[in-house]
Nanobody
């Protein structure tokens, strides 16, 4: 069984910073891409940033230059450093990972979500 456990959300004023962490644990053979999504009230879940096992990175246009995604492969952990936060960044942030539980089995896993609230 594989779990993704997120931490680091909270309440911050506009212009502030937060760092999210997501650690994968369990029967893991290897991890491909890891990423962060977010969902604001009344809106669809959207990709924020993703990073492959080789370090290739993709950001949504709305966070480029403000957010930085990174990962520690030895710890099976992905991070999201969020700077210059804006009220429109308020959402539940979800960690996502494509994880091989065996050589032939690749599955998609989600964390439980962590609330990020940015006050104006």
């Amino acid at each position: 069984q594989v779990q993704l456990v997120e931490s680091g959300g909270g309440l911050v004023q506009a212009g502030g910073s937060l760092r999210l962490s997501c650690a994968a644990s369990g029967s893991i053979f290897s991890i491909n891409a890891m990423g962060w999504y977010r969902q604001a009230p009344g809106k669809q879940r959207e990709l924020v940033a993703a990073i492959t096992s080789g370090g290739s990175i993709n950001y949504s246009e709305s966070v480029k230059g403000r957010f930085t995604i990174s990962r520690d492969n030895a710890k099976n952990t992905v991070y999201l450093q969020m700077n210059s936060l804006k009220p429109e960044d308020t959402a539940v942030y979800y960690c996502n990972a494509a994880i091989r539980i065996s050589w032939s089995q690749l599955r998609d896993y989600w964390g439980q979500g962590t609330q990020v609230t940015v006050s104006s």
